[in-house]
């Protein structure tokens, strides 16, 4: 069974960077065909999809978001990593990570972790 | 980038009724790229309908999920105490970007 769990801080300043890692246990990162990504929800609102890396590194970004995002993979370690910088108080969610997929969807998902932008 | 519009905002029944919550899109969902997912408070969503209509792993028959091109519903035949739940739906093309609505709220009577 796949599991996907968040980690990094659940702190971040104003003007600083976000950096979340999500690790990825019972299959690899690096199977052909699957997307990884990024999914955001602020307290009490819905879900902003951030953006999604495919498994050759492909990368795609909401345009919202895309001159303040990054998205890596670590296929050694099999993770995948966000960075969102410049980060303010618009920027505190919940940030869940998650494997989309072309034919089912978003069939697996982290447990979600809280960010709060605050000084 | 596809705009998806749900609908109602929160809808009210009691257990036993039947639910059906809308979602339109901006423009032609590709062959039906269509999700529908349940969240709970606290919890992560989980997807119950992919391809439009299709159930996923594990998801009760009184989940149905219809429609194709800008008007897709989801249907909960008979609403169990655990439905009282937010749903959205998601269209997730051949590429991303891929866009979630705004959500629909199943309350209790």
């Known amino acids: 069974q796949l599991q996907l769990q968040e980690s990094g801080p659940g702190l971040v300043k104003p003007s600083e960077t976000l950096s979340l890692t999500c690790t990825v246990s019972?299959?690899?990162?690096?199977?052909?065909?699957?997307?990884w990504g990024w999914i955001r929800q602020p307290p009490g609102k819905g879900l902003e999809w951030i953006g999604t890396?495919?498994?050759?590194?492909?990368?795609y970004y909401n345009p919202s978001l895309k001159s303040r995002v990054t998205i890596s993979v670590d296929t050694s370690k099999n993770q995948f990593s966000l960075k969102l910088s410049s980060v303010t108080a618009a920027d505190t969610a919940v940030y869940y990570c998650?494997?989309?997929?072309?034919?089912?969807?978003?069939?697996?998902w982290g447990q979600g972790t809280l960010v709060t932008v605050s000084s | 980038e596809i705009v998806l519009t749900q609908s109602p905002g929160t809808l009210s029944l009691s257990p036993g009724e039947r639910a059906t919550l809308s979602c339109r899109a901006s423009?032609?969902?590709?062959?039906?790229?269509l999700a529908w997912y349940q969240q709970k408070p606290g919890q992560a969503p989980r997807l119950l309908i992919y391809?439009?209509?299709s159930r996923a792993t594990g998801i009760p028959d009184r989940f149905s999920g219809s429609g194709s091109g800008t008007d897709f519903t989801l249907t909960i035949s008979r609403l169990e105490p655990e439905d009282f739940a937010v749903y959205y739906c998601?269209?997730?093309?051949?590429?991303?970007?891929?866009?979630f609505g705004q959500g629909t709220k199943v309350e209790i009577k």
């Open positions: 998650a494997r989309p997929t072309t034919v089912t969807g978003v069939d697996y």
């Open positions: 019972g299959g690899s990162i690096s199977s052909s065909s699957y997307y």
């Open positions: 890396i495919y498994y050759s590194g492909s990368t």
């Open positions: 423009q032609s969902v590709s062959s039906s790229y």
């Open positions: 391809g439009a209509s």
């Open positions: 998601q269209q997730y093309g051949r590429s991303p970007p891929w866009t």
